[in-house]
């Protein structure tokens, strides 16, 4: 059955730091059943593959658009991993291959290399090419761009009650653009170590703007 229009879409973001999990399939179709979907989308972080990026932009001293670029190729290896994990996953590169993985019931995993290259262009507001955006970053806008109704991220740790956005980002729990890029989202936290899955809302009412940015502090993974 094809999917309507009128059904709610969500993007789950997953932690790269999460394709450790040897049962990572099973755990996201706890997710699926906990927070049921009738339009998902998966954007994948890049975790231990971007980290290799750091480094090599510490020894080879890449300049910060080379290492975006070569991250987002990092988030692609582990795109083709978790599609390869799920039956009936999907990888889609745009707005028109996302809806077709909707009409045939498959999941959709974003390719988040090409969806950039060619809705970035035209955005009114494109992310930072520099580690101030990752993968949490490139989730949020991406959702923003698709007018998506909620994005879930899939992380590796409990999130502290009553945290700001801001505050998050000091903690180095989300990257320091996310306060800027997930503006106006309706957010749920989910970890996906711990057992059984217990979803917090992060909602909009939560989504504290006092406080001025901190400076980027490198988050681990993308």
């Known amino acids: ?30 997710v699926f ?40 190729c990092a988030m692609s290896l582990n795109e083709s991993l978790v599609c390869k994990l799920l039956p009936t996953a999907t990888l ?22 090409i969806f950039l290259e060619r809705e970035e262009p035209a ?3 494109p992310l930072p090419h520099d580690w101030s955006a990752t993968s949490d970053s490139i989730a949020a806008w991406t959702a923003l761009q698709l007018n998506m109704d909620r994005v879930v991220l899939l992380k590796s740790i409990d999130l502290p009650s009553e945290i700001s956005l801001q505050e998050a980002a ?9 306060p800027v890029a997930a503006q106006g989202l309706d957010i749920t936290w989910v970890n996906l170590r711990s057992m059984p899955l217990r979803p917090g809302s992060w909602t909009k ?5 006092d406080r001025s940015p901190h400076e980027p502090h490198a988050p681990v993974g993308r």
């Open 170 to 178: 000091h903690a180095d729990l989300v990257d320091s653009h996310f």
């Open 92 to 113: 889609v590169s745009d707005r028109s291959t996302l809806q077709d993985a909707w009409d045939q019931q498959r999941i959709p995993i974003m390719s988040a290399v």
């Open 123 to 125: 955005a009114v507001r």
């Open 1 to 30: 059955m094809a999917s309507r229009v009128d059904e709610p879409s969500t993007l789950f973001k997953l932690g790269g730091s999460l394709l450790s999990i040897s049962d990572l399939p099973d755990r996201l179709e706890a």
């Open 205 to 209: 009412a939560n989504h504290s703007t």
């Open 33 to 72: 059943m906990l927070i049921p979907c009738g339009r998902p989308l998966i954007v994948v972080g890049g975790g231990a593959a971007a980290d290799v990026v750091r480094e090599w932009q510490a020894i080879h001293s890449l300049d910060d658009e080379t290492a975006h670029q070569l991250a987002l």
